[in-house]
């Protein structure tokens, strides 16, 4: 091969690498506008919803708040432990194992979270709250949000159950509301 097509052809692919990589980039700087945008839409409307999200490390115990879930639950960000345990102490006491066994049946079984719960903020009133998230297909991981609530919330779908027949019953405790079964 001669010396001119080697020079041409090492000039042709200098050329494909140099817009190879400006494309690559204009992908790159796409991508993370469009990331961007998407968060800044999914914040908004937690923002409007006043709802406050969790983003839960299950293998390294790591629990995330953002700022909505210390104003939903009643507590400082400074004072809250960011694990399990954290989450355990805000609960009712007679809640905390109802949920926390709902939490490790999702956990098992990879399913959707739903539940209504009460905390007890550190003014000493009881909040009610809805949770609502998912366990990871790999188990590592769970997501959600919550948002204040009621017993009788309309927006939290109460089975025709023993649960939903507690629910509604004001003399008894706050049930949960996980059918795992019924969440695809």
């Known amino acids: 091969m001669s010396s001119h097509i080697r020079f041409c052809l090492s000039a042709i692919i200098h050329g494909l690498l140099i817009i190879l990589s400006v494309v690559i980039t204009v992908l790159y700087v796409q ?14 409307a937690l923002s409007a919803a006043k709802a406050g999200s969790w983003y ?8 995330m708040w953002d700022e909505r879930m210390f ?10 432990e960011p694990h399990i ?7 009712h006491p007679e809640d905390r194992d109802a949920v926390l066994a709902s ?16 905390v007890i903020g550190i003014d000493g009133r009881t909040r009610f709250i809805f949770a609502a998230g998912r366990v990871s297909p790999d188990g590592r991981y769970m997501a959600g949000i919550c948002l204040a609530s009621t017993r009788t919330d309309t927006m939290i779908p109460i089975p025709d159950d023993k649960a939903g027949a507690e629910l509604k019953s004001p003399s008894k405790p ?10 695809p």
């Not at 991508?31 to 908004?44: A, I, Q, T």
């Not at 049946?105 to 009460?118: E, K, M």
């Not at 509301?177 to 969440?183: E, I, V």
């Open 85 to 91: 345990k954290g989450l355990e102490a805000c609960l």
């Open 103 to 118: 939490v490790r049946s999702c956990i098992n079984n990879r399913s959707a979270y739903r539940a209504v719960f009460r």
């Open 56 to 63: 839960w490390d299950i293998q390294r115990d790591d629990l």
């Open 31 to 44: 991508e993370r506008m469009l990331n961007d945008k998407s968060k800044e839409k999914l914040e908004m």
């Open 174 to 183: 706050i049930s949960m509301l996980t059918n795992p079964a019924s969440n």
């Open 71 to 80: 104003v939903l639950f009643g507590i400082r960000d400074k004072d809250f």
